[in-house]
């Protein structure tokens, strides 16, 4: 710890250094006891530092999440951080960029939150990131002339980079409102009623990346290894609304599309990390056992005014269980996949209507354009009401499907979802089809949306008249 020679360890600007309260008389009568609260074997030195520096925590920040940003500190004395780096008054936060966040109340930690993105024009996930960096100034009491003076870089800003992500809509790594979490005491309790330091599932994965020092998202682990009931720490709950989410196995999990999950497809020998869009029913997730569950049903929810969801922060680990299979959190030193993804020929509203009984095809193409993007793409259809009509799509990579829905390649018109299409980049071209049955409900809507990686598109609202 800092004891350089001719080094002034002043005792009156070490009670104004502690204090809680704002411009302490430094000259006021104290003595060491009183400011360490142990009189015994105190050394002013444990209350020194060196220098000041970096300022850590995550690269890119998801819109209208938070993450931590701590101020670190080299050569600190033992009571450094409790005494000093805990006191607020000794710490300036701030940004600057074209940054929309808040800062708290902080000391060396701050917790940065993101607002939300607005995006126009038919903008996609990535189009209105927004940079800058958070930065924050050490100086004891906000005074020039304090305890710790002398370090590096004491009463200077220092800054981290940042990006806030625009994720159209989105919200990462997030459960439904409602989802049951298994704590480690064997209780159940909704997500959103989880508190700071419980104890929840998770399962140990030998040789897994941190979030916060590599690319976790790349970690793969044999089948073959030894997958047993663990417990991580809850250290955030956030209350956010997503735009979809994915109901998997009917009902066994509710989550949203940017979600990592433990995931093996059929025939692999590895276990990785994959997102919901990118499943294939008969393929596997894991449990809180370490047992893998078949894939038997994936669905997606699509609502504009959006669902609750609740975003979760687990240490030391990074993944836990959710309702039944193990999930990743959030977080991303490096930048994240979103692909472009746009519909090129969309109208935004397009009607069905006939009789009951009928069967109606779209007079025209409709086509949405992707690049950048990876895995797999998923087409899905939200439907509300109009029971006795079942809405299908025909597509095609080569060109339009056409009314019959086989033209260049065509898929023919099939049932939604349509999941696991090989199309990453590129034109995709599709024709919708309405089969109304002869009796029952045929009135109501939908929304078509296309997703990749996580991020979806969704700007084409269908109407079904059938009577």
Same mark, same amino acid.
């Given at each position: ?109 701050? $917790? ?8 126009? &024009?038919?903008?996609?996930?990535? =189009? +209105? @990131? %927004? /940079? !800058? *960096? ?69 399962? $140990? ?8 020092? &590599?690319?976790?998202?790349?970690? =793969? +682990? @044999? %089948? /073959? !290894? *030894? ?69 038997? $049903? ?170």
């Amino acid at each position: 710890m800092s004891t350089t020679s001719g080094q002034n360890l002043s005792l009156g600007k070490l009670k104004r250094a502690v204090s809680s309260s704002i411009n302490a008389n430094n000259t006021a009568n104290t003595s060491l006891g009183s400011v360490s609260s142990n009189a015994t074997n105190t050394k002013m030195s444990e209350f020194s530092i060196d220098s000041v520096d970096s300022v850590t925590g995550f690269t890119y920040l998801w819109e209208q999440t938070s993450e931590d940003y701590q101020v670190n500190f080299s050569s600190s004395g033992s009571r450094f951080n409790d005494k000093i780096a805990s006191n607020t008054s000794n710490f300036s936060w701030s940004f600057d960029g074209n940054l929309d966040v808040t800062i708290g109340s902080a000391d060396y930690v701050a $917790s940065v939150t993101a607002g939300s993105i607005t995006n126009t &024009g038919g903008a996609v996930a990535g =189009t +209105f @990131n %927004q /940079s !800058g *960096s958070i930065m924050v100034k050490f100086a004891e009491d906000g005074q020039s002339d304090g305890f710790n003076d002398h370090a590096t870089r004491y009463n200077t800003n220092v800054s981290k980079s940042i990006e806030i992500v625009d994720t159209y809509g989105g919200v990462p790594s997030c459960l439904l409102f409602g989802s049951p979490v298994s704590k480690s005491d064997g209780s159940v309790v909704n997500v959103e009623d989880l508190n700071i330091g419980d104890e929840i599932l998770s399962v $140990s994965l030998q040789g897994s990346t941190d979030e916060s020092v &590599g690319d976790w998202k790349n970690d =793969t +682990f @044999n %089948q /073959s !290894g *030894s997958f047993t009931e663990h417990s991580s720490s809850v250290s955030r709950v956030r209350y956010e609304f997503s735009q979809h989410y994915y109901n998997i196995n009917s009902g066994s999990e509710y989550i949203t599309g940017e979600h990592h999950m433990l995931y093996r497809q059929a025939g692999s020998e590895n276990w990785t990390w994959k997102t919901a869009p990118n499943f294939s029913v008969g393929d596997y997730l894991m449990d809180k056992q370490g047992n893998e569950v078949v894939i038997s $049903s994936l669905e997606q929810h699509i609502d504009p005014d959006g669902y609750e969801v609740v975003q979760l922060d687990v240490e030391p680990d990074d993944y836990y269980v959710g309702s039944t299979f193990v999930v990743h959190n959030k977080g991303s030193n490096s930048e994240p996949t979103y692909p472009t993804t746009q519909w090129s020929t969309a109208p935004g509203d397009e009607t069905f209507a006939g009789s009951l009984g009928d069967t109606v095809t779209s007079d025209g193409v409709r086509t949405i354009g992707l690049s950048n993007g990876s895995g797999t793409t998923t087409i899905s259809f939200d439907q509300t009401s109009a029971g006795a009509v079942t809405f299908k799509v025909a597509w095609s990579t080569s060109g339009d499907p056409d009314s019959g829905g086989t033209a260049n390649g065509g898929s023919g018109f099939v049932t939604f979802p349509v999941t696991g299409i090989s199309f990453t980049t590129g034109t995709l071209y599709m024709r919708f089809q309405a089969v109304c049955a002869a009796s029952g409900d045929g009135t109501g809507t939908g929304v078509v949306s296309f997703t990749n990686n996580g991020v979806t598109n969704s700007d084409v609202d269908i109407t079904l008249n059938f009577t």
